[in-house]
């Protein structure tokens, strides 16, 4: 008996298996999975065989991405290096976190930390019994007199907002180490073209791919990296939590896995180029920028990322506190202002009205942050216009 139209529209013909590998990356956008029998899906549940039996557990495509980035965070690393997809940064540090803590636990973290994950810690986490010690990095003596019994985690980021301020990896490594703690390592800012902190001592390090791994602003997604043991513990949580990485962002951010050298190589560069510049006018009272050397950790960035290579923000304070900050901004024509990092156009923030704003006057003076300071997230444009559209921005202040 021939089946009918409905059934003859729902069981199409299964698609052509490949003999030969795509250079694109296929898009697995299948939440479920067929088996060839009810063992193979025991198996798969019971993890007896490897394999895909659904999209929020594993996917072939976001696999595919986690994996790529597992090969360039690993680089030089003794031991296998495996990495695990999230839906987005916040994504990936919250599963991580969860999987490392439980009640009791205790987390020493930069007092400069991303706001998503400083309100994760603070309005999260803490109702579940975690605490969290937040502490100046760059003094290691405070980093290991924060340390206590319960401490399961050291924190860090290897270019903290917006300040720039570098992380003494390998100083901070050997306290985790010494403690017994478990490493992590936020290096959005760096991105792997720049530093790679399991190189330098972190166990798990995790990103925001919205940011430079994507790098053209058009989808979001999040990665931690680690051993295969911790990513086991990591997986299991992520399973848990729900926060997996979609197969069409997974694609997206895969693609810009090509170009992240490339890219980076240019934003570093033309963030030198505009630091330089900014350094020299008289309208701007501070610079932050790694590069310059001047920046107080020169010299461990020098130590720590790829020659050349400093990240491509640039803090710059005008005279003038808050409102000045605010002029500055809407007076750029070419600078847009707009959330986020990293991406192809060049963007602006007012740090004390937008990622910082839940400081006070008070609070942003004993971070180092002047209420003025505003945040350049150095683009792909060519660094001269970038240069002309501060300076007309900076004159007529
Ligand atoms: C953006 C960002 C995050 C959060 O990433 P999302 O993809 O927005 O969830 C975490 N850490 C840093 C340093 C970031 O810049």
Redesign the pocket.
């Known amino acids: 008996m021939t089946p009918g139209e409905h059934t003859r529209a729902v069981h199409t013909p299964d698609p052509p298996r490949l003999e030969q590998t795509p250079l694109g990356l296929p898009v697995h956008r299948s939440a479920a999975f067929r088996f060839s029998s009810a063992q193979e899906y025991a198996d798969l549940l019971s993890g007896a065989q490897k394999g895909y039996s659904y999209s929020r557990v594993d996917n072939p495509t976001t696999d595919a991405f986690a994996q790529a980035v597992a090969a360039l965070e690993g680089v030089g690393v003794d031991g296998e290096v495996v990495a695990q997809p999230f839906a987005?940064?916040?994504?990936a540090?919250s599963t991580v976190l969860m999987a490392l803590t439980h009640a009791g636990a205790h987390v020493v973290v930069p007092r400069e930390v991303?706001g998503?994950?400083y309100g994760l810690l603070t309005t999260v986490l803490d109702r579940f019994g975690v605490t969290t010690s937040f502490v100046d990095m760059t003094d290691l003596d405070a980093v290991r007199a924060a340390v206590r019994p319960e401490t399961t985690v050291l924190y860090a980021?290897t270019l903290a907002?917006p300040t720039m301020t570098v992380a003494d990896l390998p100083g901070l490594s050997a306290i985790s180490r010494e403690a017994g703690l478990t490493f992590v390592v936020?290096s959005?800012?760096a991105s792997p073209a720049v530093c790679r902190p399991l190189e330098h001592g972190a166990d798990v390090v995790v990103h925001?791919?919205?940011?430079y791994i994507g790098g053209h602003s058009d989808s979001?997604?999040?990665v931690a990296v680690g051993s295969p043991e911790l990513m086991t513990r990591v997986r299991r949580a992520r399973i848990d939590l729900g926060g997996m990485l979609a197969p069409d962002e997974a694609f997206l951010l895969h693609r810009g896995l090509a170009t992240l050298p490339l890219r980076v190589a240019r934003h570093c560069a033309s963030a030198l180029v505009v630091a330089a510049a900014m350094d020299e006018h008289p309208g701007v009272l501070r610079v932050d920028h790694p590069g310059l050397p001047s920046h107080r950790d020169h010299d461990l960035a020098r130590k720590l990322f790829d020659e050349g290579r400093y990240g491509a923000i640039v803090t710059i304070t005008p005279p003038g506190g808050r409102a000045a900050g605010l002029a500055l901004c809407d007076r750029l024509r070419l600078i847009a202002v707009a959330t986020?990092?990293a991406g192809t156009h060049s963007k602006v923030s007012h740090v004390a009205t937008t990622t910082h704003r839940q400081l006070d006057d008070d609070a942003l003076a004993a971070a180092g942050i002047d209420p003025a300071a505003v945040r350049i997230s150095v683009g792909l444009e060519d660094p001269e216009d970038l240069v002309a559209d501060l300076e007309q921005a900076l004159d007529g202040l």
């Not at 987005?88 to 994504?91: K, N, V």
């Not at 925001?208 to 940011?211: H, V």
């Open positions: 987005s940064g916040m994504a540090i991303y998503g994950t980021e907002n936020d959005t800012f925001s791919a919205t940011k979001t997604g999040g986020s990092l």
